[in-house]
DNA sequence: GTGAAAGCGCTAACAG
DNA sequence: CTGTTAGCGCTTTCAC
């Protein structure tokens, strides 16, 4: 295995220092355009690139940001949700655009130290989604880096956060129902925490405007054990919904993939939607518009977020005052309509 | 700022020299169990953990793969496709059992130089979907680091490459067809390239089960102008290949995403999928179950992909035996039925 | 068992 | 303008 090329080579090619050459690929200090020429001519013939590592070990930045995804890895691979997959095409844009790296990790649910950041010297974190109660959150907060947390609902308000605002979207979703006529309306999500996190707020939204339209959410029409956030989760929890439920005419829930798996079971087992049930979902991801029928959705625009996120991050790294002021980013969803909602049918309506 | 805590920190601190610290660090040489202790203690209170900069410094490894995926970053922002996420858990996971980091780059159609592969000391490239038309592809095969190859379909056989069997894929989409009794099979795809790519095997193989059914795959028929994968680009292709052709009872597309647009075109333009036109999508995402109707579609693997390739690319790394002989990792397809193929209609049986 | 010392490739003073 | 030199944090002989 040959020697790696050093800016020792390059000088010693160029017949110049080694400092020269350091100036010249960083363009600082005073070096004549003759001598730029020239040393330049050598680093292309020898195909040399300075070494991150050598760099790093003097200046602290490795121009790399984790980005730290729950569940991705190891014991808890991801669910398949488009969503972060959008939300990463974002913070890799943002980063590019910064000549910024990107390194992906997974955090499971296992104890986890996050060394790596030290290790590697990484100039930032974008944490997407853990609430206060996931086990590696305490050592996540207690890092002595930038960071920024997306969906996370923290408390602390010195914390670098992204988020969408959440109970407006869950508001939208519940008043355009109510708006339809709906008044049993079901909400199937993942369980909410501690009264706080995405889902949770999402609830919060909901409960205001069916309070507004003077309805009151009946707890059982609150299902909170869909598993995961997947369209499987979204099929068996209707299900499950419908054995000790069966006057509802609408349904809520919290994810674009979790409403496929509603509509599916739905449809298969002759219960027309939007006649029959109306169903909202929740991201506005890509398919949202393509399934049938398409989807009413609270959208987001999810790799905004994420370049949000990176900006975040990247003042902050640069010391940026904007960032001192700029701790929080909450973006504002939108209600998609589809065909997947409809008015609450007159023969419903007849029975109230 | 205050300054990184460093592995002579640690030698004072415990009363040892660094080499000893870096010794009970690696588990080398010869130290006592008391020592080893001592150490060990003086580094959990400091919080210390090795600089990986300094160590990449002497070492060559960085313990770092890349992963290039085409198109993710500014300009071509990735297609929202759920592929690349799948693909990219499976070579995390894989990274992350070995103790490896993955970093997750885009490479846009313009010059690329992959300059960080060396300034980042990076230990190996996954490669991502390029065909050798790629304008990067050129760079990319004249790096001087372990590589692997994904859906890339490259001739060198010296190259590490994870393919899907795409051809058995083909054909198992359109033997299903030719099955069901359809003749007018219609085939929607991106631009084939120059005879090989993923896109282009899966028609040969198309075209193979057509020939053993005696039908002869009409130039009209395939349709080869959808401009992206995306659900978007199956809605608008169909459109204009229904412009032109009238008596097609199948189509056949090679992705989920297309399929998804497709059938929503033709049930929303009061086209039945299945009893009039049969859809036959590939891949298998995770949503191809639960669309209505839910999808007839060649599946794959993808996150084994992921890992094989991960695998693969260690096993390069390692320089293990076991490297050489298998430089090609060929995964095969599956075909899935879904509510998006039947038989062919009656009606149009009798007009044939 | 343990330590001293020489670098790895680069940057940043400081001289010349 | 250009070169010398001292580290950055760590690994690695090679002595003791």
Redesign the pocket.
């Given at each position: 295995m040959k020697?790696?090329i050093?800016?020792?080579h390059v000088a010693e090619k160029a017949?110049?220092?080694?400092?020269?050459v350091?100036?010249v690929?960083?363009g600082?200090?005073?070096?004549?355009k003759?001598?730029v020429d020239r040393v330049n001519k050598v680093i292309k013939e020898l195909g040399f690139s300075?070494?991150m590592a050598?760099?790093n070990?003097?200046?602290i930045s490795s121009q790399m940001i984790g980005v730290v995804v729950p569940g991705l890895g190891h014991k808890g691979r991801l669910h398949a949700n488009p969503f972060y997959w959008d939300l990463v095409s974002g913070i890799e844009e943002g980063a590019r655009d910064r000549e910024f790296h990107v390194m992906l990790t997974s955090v499971s649910e296992e104890e986890e130290t996050f060394s790596f950041v030290k290790e590697r010297h990484l100039d930032g974190l974008i944490v997407v989604g853990g609430d206060e109660e996931m086990k590696a959150m305490d050592q996540l907060l207690n890092l002595d880096v930038p960071r920024v947390f997306v969906d996370s609902y923290l408390a602390d308000p010195n914390l670098y956060q992204v988020l969408l605002d959440d109970q407006a979207g869950g508001y939208m979703a519940a008043r355009h129902l109510t708006e339809l006529g709906h008044k049993r309306i079901a909400l199937i999500t993942e369980t909410m925490g501690d009264h706080e996190g995405v889902n949770y707020n999402r609830y919060l939204g909901c409960q205001k405007a069916l309070e507004e339209a003077g309805i009151s959410l009946d707890e059982e029409l609150i299902f909170t054990k869909a598993v995961t956030t997947s369209a499987k989760a979204g099929y068996e929890a209707v299900r499950e919904l419908l054995k000790s439920v069966d006057d509802i005419t609408a349904i809520i829930t919290f994810s674009d993939i979790k409403a496929m798996g509603i509509i599916k079971y739905l449809t298969s087992h002759n219960i027309k939607v939007p006649n029959d049930i109306s169903v909202v979902g929740f991201d506005g991801l890509f398919f949202s518009e393509y399934t049938t029928p398409s989807l009413t959705t609270v959208y987001q625009d999810t790799v905004r977020k994420g370049q949000e996120a990176m900006e975040l991050l990247l003042d902050q790294i640069d010391g940026k005052k904007a960032a001192t002021e700029r701790r929080k980013v909450v973006l504002s969803p939108e209600l998609r309509l589809g065909d997947s909602t409809a008015p609450i049918a007159p023969t419903i309506l007849r029975n109230l």
């Open positions: 020697h790696r050093s800016i020792t017949n110049v220092s080694i400092a020269t350091s100036n690929i960083n600082k200090g005073r070096v004549s003759k001598t300075p070494s050598a760099r070990l003097k200046a």
